[in-house]
């Protein structure tokens, strides 16, 4: 019986301090960057794209020991249907399907399930060709084993669903996030 207790107990230790990452409440309010606003909330982000409301997700922040900076972690959880962003600039060229995107916010499976009904019901790229999604050259109608039909769509959707991680730092009414590929910086509305 002690042995149990002890075991538990340590298990318990454990992931008490390995969970490290939080959101930092320095992060919280409107952020601007040109076009867009990033709104962080204690976990939760939205973006809003010249003045519509754009992703939203979640995040955390791990402080490296500072209070004002370290690392970021977001992960997108949902796109906006109320703008044609989405649903022109990419779905509708991507998949060539005519998606409508009337609701407020969409998941990656809500929209993975309207691409997949459209495909079956022989609309759309996807159900025309078997040939990648930018190239539909003179294909032959498409038959899909399981599961592949809805790996080509994830390939698509990954684009839209980002998950990065990138350094940052609020200094005064800045806030800057940089990863390998960009530096931003952020200005407290």
Known sequence: MTKRFLA??????????????TANPALNGAWVYRDDVFIFDNGNWETWHEGNRDMAGTYTTDGGGTANGGTLTLVTTAIH???NRWRDWYLNDSFGIDLDLSRDWYTKSDIRATVIAATLAGRGRLA???WELDDPGEGRPATWEPGVLEAKIDEKLDDIFINFTATYSVVGNTLTMTTADWEMWFTRR
């Open 8 to 21: 538990v107990t340590f298990a318990v230790i454990t992931l008490a301090f390995t969970a490290t990452a």
């Open 81 to 83: 249907g109320g703008t």
């Open 128 to 130: 025309r060709w078997e």
